[in-house]
């Protein structure tokens, strides 16, 4: 087929993925649902600093619906992408934004299920209410939510699925990109100051400077980390979440000052801002984030394929956690068989379910993570963080 045919028929099938079935299943206007049509909502950034972070992830989970010809079992699946910036500013990412997407998804009698992924408050949030109401969680990727097993299982029952690695398992990694770049002086910024910060000290990162705030726009952070790189400083590790902000307004500023210095984000911490700004300054930087490369398996090298072919660009971090986040929901949904458009039998077949690739098959947990996990290394690219090769890592 030519590629301007392969390029059509991809795009009929997206459009079918996304559009063509939002017709169909319930809608908070006041559709009903229908038997065979079911809805997946995917809660993620799509405006401000992590909007193009959350619009990969969108885009692996569009392709991985298409791939599955826009549905599982004897269901049309349609997708709604929601946007969990919130409404004050519409640049943070927080509560308030995923509530509202929340109770967007609650409403939606056609609704089976909710993805998302980034940050965990707004993970957190959207579990929270949407196991409340009986719709399966998937977490794409992202730091661990930090909450009981109580107060995210209302209905005393597990309802989600974490597909990002653990926080120690990513910290493992860090320490190794930092040992591996011979850091004799790092400097560990940690926003917020929680996660993965304080794993990172646990896992012994021995940082000669620890700077810890709640927000990348804190103007004493920014005091603290000009004057740890005038002392010399040869690494700087920033570990973070999208909740904190975005790690460029603090960067940016000091870019003469990192010229020498080497850079490593944690995956809440590598924004795509942040990727232009290391290759506008040429930076030597480098992030860890809990997906399989884009050249790992011959299925994340198809994924980019489609990637390049439809949008133009290799496929950035968030891509393959998108496309694994839709297929598990949808092998949950066929799992469910008959009862594939109802929210608890998907949700009691989600936390059952094996759990695909990429980049292999994986078991879960009794804590909802699942083993083995995904952790690589990513460079910056024009269009953003790309992963591209696995890092050695613990299993739990």
Not at 70 to 95: E, M, N, Y
Not at 205 to 228: G, I, M, V, Y
């Amino acid at each position: 087929m030519p590629r301007a045919a392969r390029r059509a028929a991809w795009g009929l099938a997206l459009t079918a993925a996304t559009v063509g079935l939002a017709g169909c299943g319930g809608d908070p206007t006041g559709e009903q649902a229908y038997d065979t049509k079911v809805a997946v909502y995917v809660g993620v950034p799509l405006g401000g600093p992590w909007g193009d972070a959350g619009q990969a992830i969108t885009r692996g989970a569009v392709l991985g619906l298409a791939d599955s010809k826009g549905g599982a079992g004897d269901f049309s699946v349609r997708l709604s992408l929601r946007d969990v910036t919130d409404d004050d500013d519409l640049q943070t990412v927080g509560i308030q934004g995923a509530s509202r997407e929340a109770g967007n998804a609650l409403r939606d009698v056609g609704a089976v299920g909710v993805v998302g992924g980034l940050d965990p408050t707004a993970s957190r949030q959207l579990q929270l209410l949407g196991n409340q109401t009986g719709l399966g969680y998937v977490s794409a990727s992202g730091d661990q939510i930090a909450a009981s097993a109580d107060d995210l299982s209302p209905r005393q029952r597990r309802m989600a699925v974490q597909l990002g690695a653990p926080d120690a398992a990513v910290a493992t990694a860090i320490v190794g990109r930092a040992r591996a770049a011979d850091c004799r002086r790092t400097t560990l910024v940690s926003v917020p100051d929680a996660g993965v910060g304080s794993a990172l000290v646990a896992s012994e990162l021995d940082p000669a400077t620890t700077l810890r705030a709640s927000s990348f726009r804190d103007s004493e952070l920014a005091t603290d980390l000009a004057r740890a790189l005038r002392a010399n400083s040869d690494c700087v590790v920033v570990a973070g979440q999208p909740s904190g902000g975005d790690p460029y307004d603090l960067l940016e500023p000091l870019t003469n000052e990192l010229a020498d210095v080497t850079l490593i984000l944690s995956r809440g911490a590598a924004s795509p801002r942040t990727a232009r700004l290391v290759r506008a300054a040429d930076l030597t930087a480098e992030a860890v984030v809990d997906e399989a490369a884009a050249d790992a398996t011959d299925e994340t090298r198809a994924i980019d394929a489609k990637h390049r072919e439809i949008y133009g660009t290799p496929a950035p971090v968030g891509v393959m956690a998108g496309w694994r986040g839709i297929k598990l929901m949808l092998r949950a949904i066929a799992d469910a068989g008959p009862g594939g458009n109802r929210r608890d039998a998907v949700s009691e077949a989600l936390v059952a379910a094996p759990v695909p690739g990429p980049p292999t098959d994986a078991t879960q947990n009794d804590d909802g993570t699942i083993t083995p996990v995904a952790v690589s290394l990513a460079r910056a690219e024009p269009y953003g963080w790309r992963a591209i090769r696995a890092l050695d890592s613990p299993q739990r």
